[in-house]
């Protein structure tokens, strides 16, 4: 696996485009980018299209973050969508699609990452727990996303019980785990970061890991600067288990041992109440909403308006990956929150484009996310609506596009897709 990473895009690329329309926090025309070495060096609004320029026709914005993936989950699309059941149920099929060989996880991935760039997702937070193979599937998903032009933080989740009360993994769960925390870092220290390739830790959830165990994947991604991840609160039965064992929510849990930092990203953080959005807000924690895969699995609406209230910046993810569309998932988190509130615009627009860019991209480490000199040369153009010329703005970006609109991708100053 490793020799294919010298198939990898480069993404250090250097060139010109010119924008018909562009979002640089405010909408502007004929806008030439100039990139050396993978990053914006210029940005000039009003000029004509020098000749050798390459013509962006339609709307250029930042190229959008999915904040988290299980690419192996991909394989479920349309697979379990007969026979009823709820999360737990669905859970146990996905047991099902765990173990794969290494070459085959890399020729999978590579799929799932091709349909993530031709929808404009620049980077990816792949949250992974196939450990069966030591590295081996991690290193598949890194050159995977290498060979595809598309960045990748790899958050590699320490997974080590069955529950709160300490009972063994399922059979099905024992490849997820390194044993203990202290075998889990040294695996995970032996990951090395690339061009295009962070390296982040997650904590699978307040279930899979012990308070002291939680304490050393933390310290972990604190002492590496590597962000930190993990899944919260998503089912009610996580809230009963922690108040029965541990005699507080999981937020507060995480409060206690120190986790708790703007530097994690919560996903879902569905079913918590009051003070745990008050903790999760004082601490500045971001919070992935995965809404066409919370949908699939039937796990409710979380407080989401209350969370960003409270100081949370919000991100997105495609998760199962049953839907991969960051524009989908960014007008999703405002409309579920409109489903269960009844009452609309609860969300700016300005805001959702926010969450599925820069938000997003600093939950994974990287510097981009904005169309701003220094950052990161990732950018994509969305094609016009048939038939009109109509000007960009954020409202009509996230409600009337799609993945498919999408007609170019630069990714550190390569062109990764051009239609």
């Known amino acids: 696996m490793h020799a294919l990473a010298a198939l990898a895009v480069r993404l250090n690329g250097s060139g010109r485009w010119h924008a018909e329309q562009a979002w640089l926090g405010h909408r502007t025309e004929n806008v030439l980018i100039e990139v050396e070495g993978g990053r914006i060096k210029s940005l000039t609004e009003g000029v004509r299209a020098p000749h050798d320029a390459v013509a962006l026709r339609g709307w250029t914005v930042p190229g959008l973050a999915n904040t988290h993936s ?15 059941g709820d999360f737990w149920e669905w859970r146990a099929r996905m047991y099902a699609f765990t173990e794969w060989d290494p070459a085959d996880y890399f020729n999978h991935a590579r799929l799932v990452f091709r349909e993530m760039l031709e929808a404009g ?8 727990y196939l450990h069966e193979h030591g590295n081996e ?18 958050i590699d989740a320490c997974y080590l019980r069955g529950g709160l009360d300490g009972r063994p993994l399922e059979p099905e769960q024992q490849t997820f785990s390194d044993g203990d925390a202290d075998s889990w870092a ?12 962070r390296i982040g830790a997650a904590i699978h959830s307040v279930r899979a890991v012990d308070p002291e165990s939680m304490r050393i994947v933390a310290t972990w991604a604190r002492e ?8 919260l609160a998503e089912q009610p039965a996580e809230v009963e288990e922690c108040l029965r064992v541990e005699g507080c929510t999981p937020v507060e849990l995480l409060q206690r ?36 895969t919370e949908r699939d699995l039937g796990d409710r609406v979380g407080p989401l308006t209350a969370l960003a209230d409270a100081g949370c910046p ?18 999703g988190l405002e409309l579920d929150q409109r489903r269960a509130s009844g009452r609309r615009v609860l969300h700016e627009p300005e805001e959702l484009l926010s969450a ?25 153009t969305l094609e016009q609506p048939r038939g009109q010329w109509r000007e960009l703005t954020p409202a009509y970006l996230v409600y009337g596009f799609s993945g498919h609109d999408v007609t170019n991708v630069v990714v550190g100053g390569e062109a990764v897709v051009q239609r």
């Open 224 to 231: 590496h600067k590597a962000p930190l991840h993990i899944h």
């Open 356 to 380: 599925v860019t820069v938000n997003g991209m600093r939950a994974l480490g990287w510097d981009a996310g904005e169309l701003r000199v220094g950052m990161l040369a990732d950018f994509i």
């Open 70 to 84: 299980h690419a192996f989950q991909r394989l479920l699309r349309g697979e379990v969508e007969s026979g009823g």
């Open 257 to 292: 041992e120190g986790i708790l930092g703007p530097d994690l990203t919560a996903v879902h953080a569905i079913h918590v109440n009051a003070r745990d959005i008050s903790l999760l807000g004082d601490n500045e924690v971001s919070i992935c909403a995965c809404s066409t």
């Open 314 to 331: 919000l991100t997105v993810g495609s998760d199962s990956n049953a839907v991969i569309d960051m524009l989908e998932e960014a007008r």
């Open 186 to 197: 040294r695996r995970v220290g032996e990951l090395k970061e690339a061009d295009g390739v």
């Open 121 to 128: 997702i620049t980077a990816v937070g792949e949250f992974h």
């Open 137 to 154: 599937l991690g290193i598949a998903l890194i050159d995977a996303a290498r060979e595809e032009g598309i960045r990748i933080t790899l």
